[in-house]
């Protein structure tokens, strides 16, 4: 089945740096890639997703890249805010819609 | 809408009782999936369903844990008899299947203790 590592499982930023995480997959007909993002005590929400047939997306501060052939993809966060404290989850999927989760990453913006 | 819901929220038992946990997928959506979260392995995907059925149930750990859909708003998953390793918080989520891939919504989970 599909395996899914995440790196790194901690990060500490300082408020206005970038932070990213990386992702790799070993299931070659992987061809979704979302990205969650879960408060403490919270549910894990969407915040961004791609497709393998796109190498790069963005959307406002974050943005995520797709790299097929070493199957790795990556989350960044610009100018990261405290709000954006929470842990992050990578997700790959195949074939009918389900999805195998990283491990995680926490990540600590520091004021 | 009022999203995924879940029930109890919240749930302590003794080892060896049965646990049922419940889940209202949005309207409409016809996948469902069961998830078990702990610090120590994760999000794991246990069970999902396409319209009612079944499709992957290989994430279920044990026989002592079984999940159902007896229609297209609701869900089960029950554990009996509940061990002190079953303590974890389970999400249910729903989406929209079929063409594209869509997002997976999920429920606020329900935080299993089992003493």
């Known amino acids: 089945g599909e395996n899914v590592e995440q790196h790194p499982s901690t990060l500490s930023v300082q408020e206005g740096d970038s932070a990213v995480i990386k992702c790799t997959y070993s299931?070659?007909?992987?061809?979704?890639f979302p990205w969650y993002k879960q408060e403490l005590g919270k549910r894990p929400q969407l915040i961004i997703d791609i497709r393998s047939n796109v190498g790069e997306k963005k959307d406002q501060r974050i943005a995520v890249t797709l790299n097929k052939t070493a199957k790795h993809f990556s989350l960044h966060i610009t100018e990261t805010q405290p709000e954006d404290s929470a842990v992050y989850f990578c997700?790959?999927?195949?074939?009918?819609?389900?999805?195998?989760f990283g491990g995680g990453t926490r990540v600590l913006v520091k004021p | 809408d009022a999203g995924v819901i879940q029930s109890p929220r919240h749930e302590v038992t003794e080892m060896g009782q049965e646990v049922t946990l419940r889940c209202k997928p949005i309207?409409?959506?016809?996948?469902l999936f069961w998830y078990r979260q702990t610090m120590m392995r994760g999000l794991e995907l246990l069970i999902y369903f396409n319209n009612n059925v079944p499709i992957d149930d290989s994430g279920m750990p044990e026989d002592r844990f079984s999940a159902k859909m007896p229609n297209a708003s609701f869900s089960t998953l029950k554990i009996q008899p509940s061990e002190p390793r079953d303590s974890a918080v389970y999400f249910c989520a729903s989406s929209l299947a079929g063409g594209p891939w869509n997002e997976q919504f999920f429920g606020p989970g329900t935080r299993l203790t089992v003493l």
């Open positions: 299931d070659s007909a992987s061809n979704y």
């Open positions: 309207s409409g959506h016809n996948s």
């Open positions: 997700a790959s999927g195949a074939a009918g819609n389900k999805l195998t």
